[in-house]
């Protein structure tokens, strides 16, 4: 037969596995069942033997293009392009964070009005026993401790202002801008170690923040600051002193999933102390024991 005369087109429901087996795309237990079942039919045969002269004839025109390296335009056209997208992939990833962050601040601020009067100095049930009620100063503060954790937590180069290296610098910087001596809780024996802290700014006054990190890259970080404004001193004293005790209920742990991660927090004579992470309840329950014991040896 000659594979260059015109043959009769295939049926509609013939032409799609007489393709596959031309271009060999067929298993070849198929591909031998339809040769078998075509091999008296002389359209079909004259027919594939015609698509398989152009597909010789088409491959050979076109030899050297499939051997020739890709033309350096279409290659950085190609790299733009793949830039854009990852690019393009990542506002959106930070749009959806951002959006997150926005939302627990909303939710923190329109919460303080929507928290029943009265509430402080009773108790609530938790657990197997009781602890005291926080007020809305206290949820807002554990929510804004959330937040911050979620914000902060993910940097790579950029995680704290001032570095574990220069932790006497960064206590002393802190503890000023607090008006309060800090001291920063040792979580070695718990598998954590300090990454190092910043300045935060909060609803009633400036807020610190420490990060710690174990050897799993798993981060967690103790938030703290005065729930109410704190005196101001003399611009030329240098030395942070002790606030006087504000009058606000002390408050046992308290367990939170109001934010973007969990926590625990608490309250001291009107300062609080919130403790972040991806860990389950045990596992802050723990740590924020450790952080509490060493801040009230």
Do not use: C
Not at 114 to 119: F, K, L, R, S, Y
Not at 134 to 161: D, I, K
């Amino acid at each position: 037969m000659d594979p260059t005369r015109p043959a009769p087109p295939p049926r509609a429901d013939e032409t799609s596995a007489w393709h596959a087996l031309v271009d060999g795309q067929l298993p070849p237990a198929q591909a031998q069942a339809l040769r078998e079942q075509l091999r008296d039919n002389e359209a079909a045969q004259t027919t594939m033997s015609h698509w398989q002269a152009q597909r010789q004839r088409l491959h050979a025109l076109h030899q050297d293009m499939l051997h020739a390296p890709v033309p350096d335009a279409m290659l950085a056209a190609a790299l733009r392009a793949t830039d854009r997208r990852e690019q393009h992939t990542q506002w959106w990833r930070w749009g959806g964070m951002a959006a997150s962050v926005l939302l627990a601040f909303v939710l923190g601020w329109t919460g303080r009005s929507q928290w029943p009067a009265g509430m402080s100095g009773k108790t609530i049930a938790a657990g197997q026993g009781t602890m005291q009620a926080v007020a809305g100063p206290a949820q807002r503060f554990a929510q804004q401790a959330s937040v911050a954790h979620a914000v902060y937590q993910p940097e790579v180069r950029h995680p704290v202002e001032v570095t574990a290296a220069q932790q006497d610098h960064l206590v002393q910087w802190l503890s000023k801008r607090l008006d309060r001596p800090l001291k920063v809780p040792a979580l070695g024996a718990q598998g954590y170690e300090l990454v190092g802290g910043r300045l935060l700014p909060g609803d009633t006054g400036v807020r610190a923040q420490f990060m710690y990190q174990n050897s799993t890259g798993q981060r967690i970080t103790l938030y703290l600051g005065a729930l109410a404004p704190v005196p101001t001193h003399p611009a030329n004293d240098n030395k942070a002193k002790p606030v006087a005790p504000i009058a606000a209920p002390t408050t046992a742990f308290q367990f939170t999933q109001e934010g973007p991660v969990p926590g625990f927090y608490w309250t001291d004579a009107g300062f609080g102390y919130a403790l972040s992470g991806q860990l389950s309840r045990p596992e802050l329950l723990t740590l924020a024991t450790v952080v509490y014991q060493q801040l009230n040896p």
